[in-house]
């Protein structure tokens, strides 16, 4: 504590005494030095010193005028990062879009830029990636159109950055290759664009003489600049794995800094050298540590105290009798007698006190059992009012030949959240399948207001995308406890065949394409547009897909229950292993008409998911619908 209040009141001093000399070119010195001392504390955590040298800045700055816009809007962007990073990302992210309103009221176009890059950097850090790239975008769009001599590389490695985590190679080599197209760019961007470019190589599709041609480039820019950027160690694992030279990677995965990712790259360092046994330790020890990252601190175990007796001795020489030892005697025949009347008394209530408390307990049990009781009774009820509420005969169109479509949920112990819809609207086919956030009574609640919002706006007409919109719109206001829905919304035209859909932080479907000319049926998981879940985000645009005819051809859309349900090694089903056994059932089969392939597709997978578990308790639902559509 007293270390930090010397470092602020040494802040405090410096900044007075430079500000007691600002006038004239006097000021321009103040604030290059505020400037220093800014960026110096902004790799530093400490917070307060940052804070107010920030705020001294950024008031110089706006006392200086237009000479010094620029700066004004780099340290207030800085500071809404910092507190991104370092105190609360709710007040980063407040502050970055009370700099985004102050640069439109004054039509700054510098500020919007700063800004708008500090949100998509922000909505990146928060995997909220539709977002953050429609950011950068934006960012970018500024940058080219108000200031075409400056260079647009950092918002382009941004979206790289993005794609790297979508694990999309092409497109971060493209925005790579933009970022290095930029006029003049930084050398330090240039390390950083060639380092996208070596992890986009690393992917299986490209050889390794298109890494290494990459990799001596980015080697002859490190030794240029003289030191590396943050993607060198990441680079070098991925230029020992693509040479074969595997036991040097796994010397460079090991001393790798960022948790998850390092256990990562060790699991696969392990397994290429072909210790299969420390790959899996290694891949479970890395899954352990992704799932925890959110957790809360483990709480320090309080101490016992240990409770000592007074033990006081009777002063009988300040007494004024004189006892005799008669006395004495029968004093301590008295004193042994009271102990011991004083002992049976204590037994005897303090018996009685145990026997009420058991009393207690087992009426308390009884009355727990009869409560337990009725709640599952309860549960078992609301369960079947919850699966009313989604269609449940089958086949769901009778006088419908050229439709095909099953759907099943089988539900975990309680209520849940998971939810199927489909209906006819002249003639086209409108289907979703959808996902609620948490467990319980709240989730089959939101449940329930999804399926009837969502058949409430697909009967107005609406594109998949449309519907999207207004579902996100409705259910994101007063959501104070941040509920939310994945989602997949599919449109079937059933004359033509084509398929609008829209995929709201849902999991990709499995779309069965028929191949006429070899009468066989290829599953491949559907390259969906990426969208954030309905309920988070107000006033997000969601964008849709379309495929053209898919009469003959199946689609398989479930929720995460199916590839995450769990067996008694807590090993996950998995998505190949769905895959697998959606390409397989097929086989037995040969020719098969569209009237049977779904109810049968979902049977099998019923039947291969409960003999992967192989009895382990279910802990979520398991929702699937599978439609294919005939040609008339």
């Known amino acids: 504590m007293k270390k930090k209040i010397f470092i602020v009141l040494t802040v405090v001093m410096t900044t007075l005494a430079a500000g007691a000399q600002t006038s004239g070119a006097d000021g321009d010195d103040h ?31 706006r006392k200086a005028g237009p000479s010094q816009e620029r700066l004004f809007y780099k340290a207030w962007s800085n500071q809404a990062i910092y507190s991104f990073n ?19 009221q004054h039509d700054s176009k510098f500020g919007l830029y700063t800004s708008t890059y500090a949100l998509a950097t922000m909505s990146s850090t928060l995997r909220h990636f539709a977002q953050a790239e429609h950011e950068f975008t934006e960012a970018i769009n500024y940058q080219h159109r108000f200031f075409p001599d400056e260079s647009a590389a950092a918002p382009y490695l941004g979206i790289a950055k993005i794609y790297v985590n979508l694990k999309k190679p092409e497109k971060v080599l493209d925005c790579a290759r933009k970022a290095l197209a930029e006029p003049n760019v930084i050398m330090q961007h240039k390390l950083s664009a060639w380092s996208h470019i070596c992890i986009a190589y690393n992917d299986e599709k490209y050889s390794r003489d298109d890494f290494n041609r990459a990799y001596a480039e980015r080697e002859k820019l490190k030794h240029d600049i003289g030191h590396d950027d943050n993607f060198g160690p990441v680079v070098n694992f991925y230029h020992a794995m693509k040479n074969g030279r595997y036991a040097e990677a796994l010397d460079i995965a090991t001393n790798i800094q960022g948790g998850a990712d390092r256990l990562g790259f060790i699991s696969e360092a392990y397994a290429s050298l072909g210790d299969y046994r420390q790959a899996y330790l290694y891949r479970m020890r890395h899954m352990e540590y992704r799932d925890s990252v959110n957790t809360a601190e483990v709480q320090k175990m309080s101490y016992e105290y240990a409770t000592q007796i007074d033990v006081t001795r009777a002063e009988n020489e300040a007494k004024d009798l004189r006892l005799s030892k008669l006395d004495l005697q029968i004093q301590a025949a008295m004193v042994i007698f009271l102990i011991t009347l004083a002992f049976f008394i204590f037994y005897y209530f303090r018996r009685r006190k145990q026997m009420q408390e058991l009393r207690h307990a087992y009426n308390q049990l009884a009355d727990t059992t009869t409560a337990k009781e009725r709640i599952d009774s309860e549960l ?40 199927y819809d489909f209906f006819l609207q002249d003639d086209h086919l409108c289907f979703c399948v959808g996902d609620v956030s948490g467990k319980g009574i709240p989730a089959s609640l939101t449940m329930a207001v999804a399926v009837n919002l969502f058949r ?27 509920v939310f829905v994945t989602m997949f919304i599919g449109i079937i035209d059933l004359k033509t065949g084509n398929l609008d859909y829209c995929n709201c932080g849902h999991n990709s479907p499995v779309y069965g394409e028929r191949r006429m000319h070899t009468s066989q049926t290829v599953f491949r998981f559907l390259d969906v547009e990426s969208n954030v879940p309905i309920g988070l985000w107000p006033n997000y645009t969601f964008v849709g897909g379309h495929l053209d005819d898919i009469r003959g051809s199946s689609l398989f859309v479930y929720t995460d229950g199916v590839n995450e349900a769990e067996n008694r090694l807590q090993e996950q089903f998995g998505e190949k292993r769905m895959l697998r056994v959606l390409r397989e059932s097929t086989q037995p089969f040969g020719e098969r008409t569209p009237k049977t392939r779904s109810h049968f597709l979902i049977d ?4 291969a998911l409960d003999a992967f578990v192989d009895g382990a308790e279910q802990s979520d639902d398991l929702t699937m619908l599978c439609v294919s559509i005939k040609q008339r």
Do not use: W
């Open 380 to 419: 078992r009820i609301a369960r079947n009012i919850q699966m009313s509420m989604v269609p449940q005969t089958f086949p769901a169109f009778p006088d419908r030949r050229d439709i095909d479509l099953h759907a099943a949920i089988v539900p975990a112990k309680e209520v849940g959240g998971d939810l």
């Open 604 to 607: 099998e997978m019923k039947c």
């Open 86 to 104: 370092r105190v609360n990302r709710t007040r980063g992210l407040e502050l970055a879009q009370q700099i985004h309103d102050y640069a439109y």
């Open 456 to 482: 409430t706006v697909a009967k107005e007409g609406f594109s998949p995308e449309v519907i999207a919109t207004k579902l996100n719109d409705t259910m994101s206001a007063n959501n104070e406890n941040a």
């Open 31 to 61: 604030i290059a030095q505020l400037e220093k001392e800014m960026y110096r504390y902004y790799s530093s955590s400490a917070i307060d010193s940052f804070m107010l040298i920030t705020d001294q800045l950024i008031e110089a700055c």
